[in-house]
C-alpha cells in the first residue's frame, strides 16, 4: 500500500520508454541519464565535465531525440564571438534593410561542446541567455524558444588554453555531472555493438514538446514536507560551519536542491519527496557550488561533498 | 600574500567594524601611552584598512620584525622598563597595533580579539569609574559579536552582525559576574601594586605648606571626599576638616616635624557630637581627614601628638571609614609633656618688620588675648585682600605680604598670623586641611573638593589649650560662610564645579556625582574587609566556605542558564509520525540492524530487506506508511492510527 500518489499517471509509458531507449544507447550511465533526464524536467541547465570520448556529446544529442527537441551544437573555440551564439542583424542589398539572422542559440536544446575553450566574454554572452531565456541584440530582445535548456560540456579545466567558467556562471547550471568510463560490461558491450551516431539516427522520439511542458509543470507540484526543508537546511547549515569548505551553499543552491529533488521524486513516479531524492540529486546540485578549503579556485570534489551527506542525519 | 584571501576572510564591513570596536578599546588609554604611540597604532590601522578595502600589501615579516623591535625599544626607552602597569599596557597596545598588519587569516583576526579583550580589563588598572565599567561593557559586547561573525564562516550580513546574539551572552554572563564579584576571595591591596605608578597625578595637600601653593590647588574641582553624616551637617563655620599639621617653620615654609611625638595628646570632649562616614578619594599620603576634635574611628589609625589622624600605609585606593567628632572640646590644656620651644620657633633674622609691630602692638596690650585681638583685627583694617592670584613674594616673605602686597589665599594669613603668634610669645601651629564642603541634594551627602583645602592657625594657650583660630575668617568672612566663590573675585579663574551658581550643567554634574557616589559605596568599596564583613554575616567566614559557596553559586546560575535556554527553545513537537518511527527504529536495533542517523527510511528499508529477507515484507510496510505521512501531503488521523498499531505489532526476531 502506498500512500504517496503516482504522479506521472497517463505519462508513466513514454518516461519508460525513454528511459529504456536512452539506456540502449549510453551503456551502463544509468544514473546519470536520469539526472540529465530530470534536470531537463525541472527546467534546469546541465553541465557535463569529463574527458573527450566518454559520450558527452552523445548524451546531449539524445535527450534532443528523445524528447523531440530542435537540436544545436556549437563547438566552442578560443575565436568563437558572442554574435556567433546569439546573431547578428546583416544588411540586406536587395530590400535595403538590416535583416536579423538568430544564431545557434535560437533552439531549444542547445549543445555547449567545449565552453571552456571560449573566452569569457562569449561564454557570458551564451549564459546570460540560459539566465534570462531571452536574448538582446542590438537593443531589440528577442525570447528564446521554449522549452530552452543548454547543456554545456567542458573538459576539465586544467587543460591548457581553457578559460574556467568563473563561480558565480557555474552556479547557472543547475546539476554538473561527471560520465566517467563505462564498467567492464558496458564497455565490452560497446565495443561490440553498433555505432552510436547511427543508432542515434534511428532513434524516435519518446514525447513532443507539449508533454514535456506538462511534466514540467508536473514537477513543480510536487509536494516538499517541512521534514524535508529541514534536511536541506541542515545541509547548507553543515557546509557553511564545516572546515572543510571555504564558502558554504548559498540559499540558491538550496532552491536548486529542492527543484533538482522534485524533478527526481517524478522520475521515481512520487508525488511527494524523501531525503533519499535529496541525497540523490545532491552531489550534482552541490559539488560545483562548493568550494574545498585549501583547493585551488575552481577545483571541485565530488567525494567530499558527497561525504556531506555522510555527516548530517536525516531529520 | 596576495589581497585575495584577506578580503573574503574579513569582508570590508567587518574589517571596519574591527577597527572602529578595537579604536574604542584603546581610546581610554590613549592619555597615557607614549605620544608617539598613538599615531603609530592609527597609521597600522589604517594600513590593514586599505588592505582590506584597496589591496594595499602588508608588510612582510622581515619589516614587521623590524618595526616590532624598534617600536619595543621605544616603550623601554620611554619608561625604562618591560614591566610595571604604564609600560605593559603600552606594550599590549603596540602589540594589537602591530598585530594587525600580519591580521591575514581568521587565527591572527581571533587574536587580535582577544588582544583587545585583555587591554579591555586593563582599563581597571586606571580607572574604576561607573562611565569607564560601562564603556568597558560596551567594548566587551563588541569584541563578542566580532569574535561571533570570524568564527563563523557564513557571509555576514548589516554593519554589525550577531550583535543580539553576543548582547545575550554578554547578559548571560551578568549573573555570573556579579556572584564571581562577591564571592570569589578579595586580597588586601591592589592586586598589581605598583607604588611608583599610583604615586603620579594626584591632587592633594602636602606635608609643607609654602605661601602659594594650596591656591594652586583650590583651582581643583577634583573631589578629595565625600561625607555622609548620621544627623544633620554641621554649620558651615565648623565644617574644618583636619589634615596634616605643620608646627615646624624655618621662616619661609611650615612643615611637618622630622620626629613626630607618638603620644596622644589628651582631649576633653565638650559636647557637640557628630557622627559620619568618609569615603576618602586615594591621595597618597597617609593622613586621613576628619571634622576637628575625632573621638572616635572606625578604620585603623594613630594619633599623634599633633592631634593628626593617620593610617600605616598611604591611601591609595579609595577608602571609607566611620568616624565621630566633638565640635567643642579642650585639646591639651597643660601642654604637660611637650616641649614648648618648637611652636615658639622663628628663626632670628627673619621678619624684622613684623618682630617690631607685634613689639609695639606687646607694649600697647595687657595680655595675650588682647594681642590676639589686635592681629586678627588689623588683618581686618588694613586693606588686606583675599584672592586666588596673589603676587609672588621674594625675600621675607611675612613681612612683604604683610605690608607691602597685602594680598594673599588662606596660607599667607595662616602663615603670617602664625609667625606673629610665635614672636608674640605664643606657642602656634598651622593646621592644613579643608574647610566648607557642599551638600548634594541629591543623595544628601557633603562633597568636600581639592578647591575647599584650606590652611588656619592654631594657638596654644593656659587653660583653653591648642585652640583654633582661622585668620582668613576676619579677611573674608563670606569665604568661611559661602566657600571660596562667595570670597574671592569675580575675576579670579575658578573651575566650574567649584563656583555655587546654580546652572543646569551643575545640577547635572551634582546627580552624576550622587550616582558615582553610589558606585563607590556599594561596588568599588566592596574591598577584602567589607567582603570578610558580609561573609562572617552569611556564616562564610572562612575562605574554604566562602570559595565552596562560589561553586555551588556558579553551578546553580549556570544550570538555570541552561534551563531557561531550553525552555526558551521553540518546543517543537516530534511529528507522531516520527514517534511511531523511531520506535520502530529502536525495535530494529535490537536485530542488529540500527539505522545509520545520516540514512534516509527507504534506503534503510532496502538494506533491511537485503540483511533480512524475512522482515522484509513488514519493514517495507512500515517505512512506505511513515514516508507517506511525514514527506506526503495532509495525511489522514486514522492513517497515523494505524502506523502505530503497525509498528506495535512489529516484533521482530534476532538474527
Redesign the interface.
Known amino acids: 500500500m502506498s500512500l504517496i500518489q503516482p504522479r506521472l499517471a497517463g505519462n508513466s509509458a513514454p518516461i519508460h520508454a525513454l528511459l529504456r531507449d536512452a539506456e540502449s544507447v549510453i551503456l551502463g550511465k544509468r544514473g546519470q541519464i536520469r539526472l540529465a533526464i530530470g534536470c531537463l524536467l525541472a527546467q534546469g541547465h546541465l553541465l557535463i565535465e569529463d574527458l573527450p570520448g566518454v559520450g558527452k556529446t552523445t548524451l546531449a544529442h539524445l535527450l534532443a531525440k528523445l524528447f523531440g527537441l530542435q537540436f544545436q551544437r556549437i563547438q566552442f573555440t578560443s575565436d568563437l564571438l558572442p554574435a556567433d551564439i546569439t546573431g547578428a542583424s546583416i544588411y540586406d542589398r536587395e530590400s535595403g534593410s538590416f535583416h536579423f539572422h538568430p544564431g545557434p542559440v535560437f533552439c531549444q536544446l542547445v549543445l555547449a561542446d567545449e565552453v571552456n575553450r571560449a573566452t569569457p566574454k562569449t561564454q557570458s554572452a551564451l549564459l546570460e541567455a540560459m539566465e534570462e531565456r531571452q536574448v538582446t541584440v542590438e537593443g531589440e530582445t528577442r525570447v528564446l524558444p521554449e522549452p530552452f535548456f543548454v547543456v554545456a560540456t567542458q573538459n576539465p579545466g586544467s587543460q591548457i588554453g581553457t578559460f574556467p567558467l568563473p563561480e558565480s556562471q557555474l552556479d547557472r547550471f543547475l546539476m554538473r555531472i561527471q560520465l566517467g568510463y563505462p564498467d567492464r560490461a558496458a564497455e565490452h558491450d560497446l565495443l561490440r555493438g553498433r555505432d552510436r551516431r547511427r543508432m542515434l539516427n534511428d532513434i524516435q522520439p519518446a514525447m513532443d514538446v507539449a508533454q514535456l511542458l506538462r511534466l514540467q509543470a508536473e514537477v513543480e507540484k510536487v509536494h516538499v514536507a517541512d521534514p524535508v526543508v529541514d534536511y536541506v537546511q541542515a545541509l547548507m547549515e553543515f557546509t557553511r560551519s564545516s572546515d572543510q569548505f571555504h564558502t558554504g551553499l548559498s540559499p540558491r543552491a538550496g532552491l536548486a536542491l529542492l527543484r533538482a529533488a522534485r524533478a527526481w521524486a517524478l522520475l521515481e513516479d512520487r508525488d511527494a519527496v524523501i531525503p533519499e531524492d535529496i541525497q540523490a540529486v545532491f552531489v550534482p546540485v552541490a559539488c560545483h557550488r562548493l568550494h574545498p578549503a585549501g583547493g585551488t579556485p575552481g577545483s571541485h570534489d565530488p567525494v567530499q561533498a558527497a561525504q556531506v551527506l555522510e555527516q548530517v542525519a536525516v531529520p | 600574500m596576495s589581497s585575495g584571501p584577506i578580503q573574503?576572510m574579513l569582508p570590508h564591513r567587518v574589517l571596519l567594524a574591527l577597527l572602529v570596536t578595537l579604536g574604542a578599546v584603546t581610546a581610554p588609554h590613549v592619555l597615557h601611552l607614549p605620544p608617539w604611540m598613538t599615531p603609530l597604532i592609527i597609521v597600522c590601522a589604517a594600513w590593514r584598512y586599505q588592505a582590506g578595502s584597496r589591496g594595499w600589501r602588508l608588510p612582510n615579516r622581515w619589516v614587521l620584525l623590524l618595526l616590532t623591535l624598534v617600536t619595543a625599544g621605544g616603550v623601554v626607552m620611554h619608561y625604562g622598563t618591560f614591566l610595571g602597569r604604564d609600560a605593559g599596557v603600552a606594550m599590549l597596545s603596540l602589540m594589537l597595533g602591530l598585530k594587525l598588519l600580519e591580521m591575514r587569516t581568521r587565527r591572527d583576526t581571533q587574536v587580535v580579539l582577544y588582544l583587545g579583550y585583555f587591554l579591555v580589563v586593563t582599563q581597571f588598572l586606571y580607572s574604576q569609574s561607573l562611565l569607564i565599567a560601562g564603556w568597558m561593557l560596551v567594548t566587551v559586547w563588541a569584541l563578542t559579536a566580532l569574535l561571533i561573525t570570524v568564527n563563523?564562516?557564513?557571509?555576514p550580513s548589516g554593519w554589525f552582525p550577531h550583535s543580539r546574539l553576543a548582547a545575550t551572552m554578554v547578559a548571560q554572563a551578568l549573573p555570573l559576574m556579579i556572584i564571581l564579584f562577591i564571592l570569589f576571595p578579595r586580597v588586601p591591596g591592589p592586586l598589581w601594586g605598583m607604588p611608583d605608578d599610583d604615586a603620579r597625578g594626584v591632587t592633594g595637600l602636602g606635608d609643607s605648606m609654602t605661601m602659594g601653593e594650596i591656591s594652586q590647588l583650590s583651582q581643583s574641582a577634583e573631589v578629595a571626599f565625600r561625607v555622609e553624616f548620621d544627623g544633620p551637617p554641621p554649620a558651615p563655620p565648623q565644617r574644618y576638616w583636619r589634615g596634616p599639621v605643620l608646627p615646624a617653620y624655618d621662616g619661609r615654609s611650615w612643615r611637618q616635624p622630622d620626629d613626630r611625638g607618638a603620644f596622644r595628646p589628651p582631649l576633653e570632649p565638650l559636647g557637640g557630637e557628630i557622627g559620619y562616614s568618609v569615603t576618602l578619594e586615594p591621595h597618597n599620603r597617609s593622613w586621613i581627614f576628619t571634622l576637628d576634635m575625632p573621638v572616635q574611628i572606625s578604620t585603623q589609625v594613630t594619633v599623634g601628638s599633633e592631634y593628626q589622624v593617620e593610617r600605616r600605609n598611604p591611601v591609595r585606593e579609595r577608602i571609607r571609614y566611620d568616624a565621630r567628632s566633638a565640635l567643642n572640646y579642650r585639646l591639651d590644656p597643660e601642654l604637660r609633656d611637650v616641649d614648648p620651644a618648637p611652636y615658639l620657633h622663628v628663626p632670628e633674622n627673619r621678619h624684622p618688620r613684623t618682630r617690631e609691630l607685634v613689639r609695639d602692638w606687646r607694649g600697647r596690650s595687657d595680655n595675650d588675648d588682647e594681642l590676639i585681638e589686635r592681629a586678627l583685627q588689623h588683618f581686618r583694617d588694613q586693606p588686606f585682600v583675599y584672592t586666588l592670584h596673589p603676587p609672588r613674594l621674594q625675600d621675607d616673605n611675612v613681612d612683604e605680604f604683610l605690608f607691602n602686597t597685602r594680598r594673599g589665599f588662606c596660607e599667607h594669613f595662616a602663615g603670617a598670623f602664625a609667625a606673629m603668634m610665635r614672636i608674640a610669645g605664643i606657642p602656634s601651629r598651622v593646621v592644613t586641611g579643608y574647610q566648607g564642603g557642599e551638600i548634594n541634594p541629591t543623595g544628601n551627602y557633603m562633597i568636600v573638593r581639592q578647591s575647599d583645602a584650606h590652611a588656619w592657625v592654631e594657638i596654644w594657650q593656659e587653660d583653653a589649650g591648642w585652640r583654633r583660630v582661622d585668620p582668613t575668617a576676619w579677611v573674608a568672612p563670606e569665604r568661611i560662610e559661602l566657600g571660596l566663590d562667595g570670597a574671592v573675585p569675580e575675576s579670579d579663574q575658578l573651575p566650574a564645579m567649584a563656583r555655587r551658581t546654580q546652572s543646569w550643567t551643575r545640577q547635572l554634574a551634582l546627580r552624576w556625582d550622587a550616582v558615582n557616589a553610589y558606585w563607590d559605596r556599594w561596588v568599588l568599596a566592596y574591598g577584602p574587609g567589607l567582603q570578610q564583613r558580609l561573609m562572617d554575616s552569611l556564616g562564610l567566614g572562612q575562605w574554604q566556605r566562602m570559595l565552596s559557596a562560589l561553586a555551588v553559586a556558579m553551578l546553580v546560575c549556570t544550570g538555570l542558564l541552561a534551563l531557561l535556554i531550553l525552555w526558551r527553545q521553540p518546543a517543537r513537537r516530534p511529528?507522531p509520525a516520527?514517534r511511531a518511527w523511531e520506535r520502530f527504529c529502536r525495535r530494529m536495533e535490537t536485530t542488529g540492524l540500527p539505522r545509520r542517523?545520516?540514512?534516509?527510511?527507504?534506503?534503510y528499508a532496502r538494506r533491511v530487506a537485503t540483511a533480512r529477507p524475512d522482515l522484509e515484507q513488514d519493514v517495507e510496510?512500515i517505512t512506505?506508511?511513515y514516508?507517506?505521512?511525514?514527506?506526503?501531503?495532509e495525511?489522514h488521523e486514522s492513517?497515523l492510527q494505524s502506523l502505530h498499531q503497525r509498528v506495535g505489532r512489529f516484533r521482530p526476531r534476532r538474527a
Open positions: 573574503s563563523r564562516r557564513t557571509t511529528d516520527q542517523p545520516q540514512e534516509g527510511p527507504r534506503d510496510g512506505s506508511h514516508i507517506a505521512l511525514r514527506y506526503g501531503r495525511p492513517e
